[in-house]
Nanobody, 117 residues
Framework: QVQLVESGGGLVQPGGSLRLSCAAS????????MGWYRQAPGNQRELVAS???????IFADSVRGRSIITKHNRNNTLSLVLNDLRPEDTAVYYC???????????WGPGTQVTVSS
């Protein structure tokens, strides 16, 4: 099973932007669907955005129009750009294969995004 490590989070002011990256330990070319998920304190993990090799995109209503997800098969990374960040975007962000990921998928450490002035 490919291992995924997220990076790029941080503290950002409302209205700012972040680019999150997810590095895979092996090839992601054969993984048709990959997604970004997030979990805020006290909440369940939720889908933020997903992408397929065929270019199908799905976005949560809360981020549609201000986020971009890209799957880079050449360098085995998945990225997420979040614009116009809001306090409600504060969460730990994770990447995973599948939508939803299989029950035996081992989640990475995630990357913390905090939106605050």
């Amino acid at each position: 099973q490919v291992q995924l490590v997220e990076s790029g989070g941080g503290l950002v002011q409302p209205g700012g932007s972040l680019r999150l990256s997810c590095a895979a330990s092996g090839s992601i070319f054969s993984i048709n669907v990959m997604g970004w998920y997030r979990q805020a304190p006290g909440n369940q993990r939720e889908l933020v955005a997903s992408i397929t090799n065929g270019g199908r995109l799905i976005f949560a209503d809360s981020v549609r129009g201000r986020s971009i997800i890209t799957k880079h098969n050449r360098n085995n990374t998945l990225s997420l750009v979040l614009n116009d960040l809001r306090p409600e975007d504060t969460a730990v962000y994770y990447c995973a294969p599948g939508e939803p990921p299989s029950s035996d998928f081992v989640w990475g450490p995630g990357t913390q995004v905090t939106v605050s002035s």
